[in-house]
């Protein structure tokens, strides 16, 4: 059985074969990541795996897979909105995701960022750095997380981890989802959506990215947000309409942002770019002492890597040798 294996970060490389050797199989590794120039890779594979935020959205891609006896694309990732599904399924091809690879990955890292913005930690940076100036201005004052109201869009797996760690820190917590979860009841209150916007102090963002929550976060939110507002995004960064986040914060309608994901991040984010291309919105939020910007990294832990490598390729083998898959995404 050969597998394979799309765009493998350094860390990746380092632990895929010893997990293909577990799972006895091997391993092709492919240093691109999956296009029409690349699927040819696949040729001589019985089935493939990927981890790219650029859309998958070529015909040609999906056809040829089909062409080559594939059954399935397999992401390493636990959101699938990179894929065509009306293509995946023209050419018979299940998609199978990662959904819990490590949602403590994720959810630490909205804490984390929200945990900085809340502490001024930016803005005292600022201050310290233009003027060697180490006193306390009163606006740089802050206050205890214990005391905030953290408002979550979305409490599935990863929302629900971010709900439980800013409980334990005694926040109160408030969300909103499509879904009702009680086994989230002990770690926060439902709340419709504008409730959420407008009660929260701090706002992080935990759903997919579907054509219903595309730019969610826009205008009217920001006008209906609390001025001392931070909002997190570890999610998908097309949830937040970028310019108007960008004029929300210059006209301090909030108090900040905490982003590992934005919207044109798959020209840059996980590259090295040329100074010169990188893109106008980066530069003027990345200048800002209130925004702290992560780039795409909060799936980025040892536990959750391993676990995207392992669980993705078990399920394509198990597609590849007939069986059913543990975690398709075709609707
Ligand atoms: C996901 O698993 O959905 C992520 O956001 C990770 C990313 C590297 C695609």
Same mark, same amino acid.
């Given at each position: $059985?050969?597998?394979?294996?799309? +765009?493998?970060? &350094?860390?990746?490389?380092?632990?895929?074969?010893?997990?293909?050797?577990?799972?006895?199989?091997?391993?092709?590794?492919?240093? #691109?990541?999956?296009?029409?120039?690349?699927?040819?890779?696949?040729?001589?594979?019985?089935?493939?795996? =990927?981890?790219?935020?650029?859309?998958?959205? @070529?015909? &040609?891609?999906?056809?040829?897979?089909?062409?080559?006896? =594939?059954?399935? *694309?397999?992401?390493?990732?636990?959101?699938?909105?990179?894929?065509?599904? #009306?293509?995946?399924?023209?050419?018979?091809?299940?998609?199978?995701?990662?959904?819990?690879?490590?949602?403590?990955?994720?959810?630490?890292?909205?804490?984390?960022?929200?945990?900085?913005? /809340?502490?001024?930690?930016?803005?005292?940076?600022?201050?310290?750095?233009?003027?060697?100036?180490?006193?306390?201005?009163?606006?740089? =004052?802050?206050?205890?997380?214990?005391?905030?109201?953290?408002?979550?869009?979305?409490?599935?797996? %990863?929302?629900?981890? /971010?709900? @439980?760690?800013?409980?334990?820190?005694?926040?109160?917590?408030?969300?909103?989802?499509?879904?009702?979860?009680?086994?989230? !009841?002990?770690?926060?209150?439902?709340?419709?959506?504008?409730?959420?916007?407008?009660?929260?102090?701090?706002?992080?963002?935990?759903?997919?990215?579907?054509?219903?929550?595309?730019? $969610? *976060?826009?205008?009217?939110?920001?006008?209906?947000?609390? +001025?001392?507002?931070?909002?997190? +995004?570890?999610?998908?960064?097309?949830?937040? #309409?970028? #310019?108007?986040?960008?004029?929300?914060?210059?006209?301090?309608?909030?108090?900040?942002?905490?982003?590992?994901?934005?919207?044109?991040?798959?020209?840059?984010?996980?590259?090295?770019?040329?100074? @010169?291309? %990188?893109? !106008?919105?980066?530069?003027?939020?990345?200048?800002?002492?209130?925004? =702290?910007?992560?780039?795409?990294?909060?799936?980025?832990?040892?536990?959750?890597?391993?676990?995207?490598?392992?669980?993705?390729? !078990?399920?394509?083998?198990?597609?590849?040798?007939?069986?059913?898959?543990?975690?398709?995404?075709?609707?």
């Amino acid at each position: $059985m050969r597998i394979a294996m799309f +765009n493998p970060s &350094e860390s990746e490389r380092a632990i895929v074969k010893g997990i293909a050797a577990k799972q006895g199989i091997e391993v092709k590794l492919v240093d #691109d990541i999956l296009t029409p120039e690349s699927v040819v890779e696949a040729k001589d594979c019985d089935g493939i795996s =990927i981890l790219q935020t650029v859309m998958l959205d @070529q015909e &040609e891609v999906y056809r040829t897979l089909h062409d080559y006896g =594939i059954k399935s *694309i397999g992401l390493r990732s636990v959101g699938t909105n990179t894929i065509d599904f #009306d293509l995946a399924k023209k050419y018979d091809l299940i998609i199978t995701h990662v959904p819990v690879y490590s949602p403590r990955a994720i959810a630490e890292m909205a804490v984390t960022q929200a945990m900085y913005l /809340v502490r001024k930690i930016g803005l005292f940076h600022e201050h310290m750095d233009k003027d060697y100036d180490f006193s306390y201005p009163t606006a740089l =004052i802050s206050d205890e997380i214990y005391n905030k109201t953290i408002g979550l869009i979305g409490v599935g797996n %990863i929302g629900s981890a /971010v709900a @439980q760690i800013f409980s334990a820190l005694g926040a109160k917590v408030i969300a909103y989802d499509v879904i009702y979860n009680p086994a989230n !009841e002990p770690f926060l209150t439902y709340a419709d959506f504008d409730t959420v916007i407008k009660e929260a102090d701090v706002i992080s963002l935990h759903t997919p990215l579907l054509p219903s929550t595309k730019n $969610m *976060i826009s205008t009217k939110q920001f006008e209906e947000m609390k +001025n001392t507002a931070y909002l997190i +995004n570890v999610a998908r960064g097309g949830l937040i #309409d970028t #310019d108007a986040l960008i004029k929300a914060l210059q006209e301090e309608q909030i108090a900040g942002a905490g982003l590992d994901t934005l919207a044109d991040e798959a020209t840059y984010f996980g590259k090295k770019v040329r100074v @010169q291309d %990188i893109p !106008e919105d980066y530069k003027i939020l990345r200048a800002m002492p209130n925004v =702290i910007i992560t780039p795409h990294s909060a799936y980025f832990t040892e536990t959750a890597v391993k676990n995207m490598v392992k669980i993705s390729l !078990e399920d394509t083998v198990r597609i590849a040798e007939g069986k059913k898959p543990l975690f398709a995404a075709n609707k």
